[in-house]
């Protein structure tokens, strides 16, 4: 089945403790990105990736980082996660970049930090 | 940044009416998508228009965009209580690789 997997699915940890969620597609799609959603806010881009060893900043890149070694996975990573990251993250992927650019998103961590 | 805002932020509809969605945004676009998200879930992609096209059609969505006003609705006809869920519309870049989401429609529709 086509489908993009994140790990965990949820995660409560504390302030400046190091993570990493997982993200995976098995679509071989070459476009990846994490989104956070806050409410109020919608989805707001962290971090794409238009292929492997590419990544670049979204809107709210600040506080993370991610790596694209592999072209099926694309971890997100929290140095010293804070509060204000508590949130429900989303990976998705895309074929390629371009005008159907259609995303298929995983199923979502939802990240409490203390 | 954030180039989507919806409008209205949330609609109660009774079962088989329509429901209309807005979504507004700021600069130049390559296409511009609707997703749906049932609470708390994955976003799952509805509908793509692209910058030149007008209108489109799937099923029971219909999507028009008009470029000049940077504006675009989504119509959901007869509606049915399994539409209930966020709609969100997403544009991209002229470029194509970075997106931007609006804050979302909540649709209740009432059995």
């Known amino acids: 089945e086509a489908q993009v997997t994140q790990n965990p699915r949820y995660l409560i940890t504390v302030t400046g403790k190091k993570l990493t969620v997982t993200c995976s597609q098995n679509m071989n799609h070459e476009y990846m990105s994490w989104y956070r959603q806050d409410p109020g806010l919608g989805l707001r881009q962290i971090y794409y990736s238009m292929n492997v060893e590419v990544t670049d900043k979204g809107d709210v890149p600040e506080g993370y980082k991610v790596s694209r070694k592999e072209k099926r996975n694309f971890p997100l990573i929290l140095e010293s996660p804070s509060p204000n990251q508590t949130s429900l993250y989303f990976c998705?992927?895309?074929?390629?970049?371009?005008?159907?650019?259609?995303?298929?998103f995983g199923p979502g961590t939802r990240l409490t930090v203390l | 940044s954030q180039q989507g805002e919806e409008d209205p932020q949330a609609l109660s509809i009774q079962e088989g009416e329509n429901a209309t969605m807005n979504c507004s945004y700021k600069t130049s676009i390559n296409n511009l998508q609707w997703y749906r998200q049932n609470s708390g879930r994955g976003l799952v992609h509805l509908i793509l228009?692209?910058?030149?096209?007008r209108e489109k059609h799937s099923g029971r969505l219909r999507v028009t965009l008009d470029t000049s006003k940077k504006s675009s609705s989504l119509l959901i006809t007869a509606s049915r209580a399994a539409d209930t869920a966020s709609y969100f519309c997403?544009?991209?870049?002229?470029?194509?690789?970075?997106?931007?989401f609006g804050t979302g429609t909540s649709l209740t529709v009432i059995p």
């Open positions: 997403a544009t991209d870049t002229h470029t194509g690789n970075q997106f931007y």
């Open positions: 998705a992927s895309t074929p390629s970049v371009g005008p159907d650019n259609e995303q298929f």
């Open positions: 228009i692209r910058s030149n096209e």
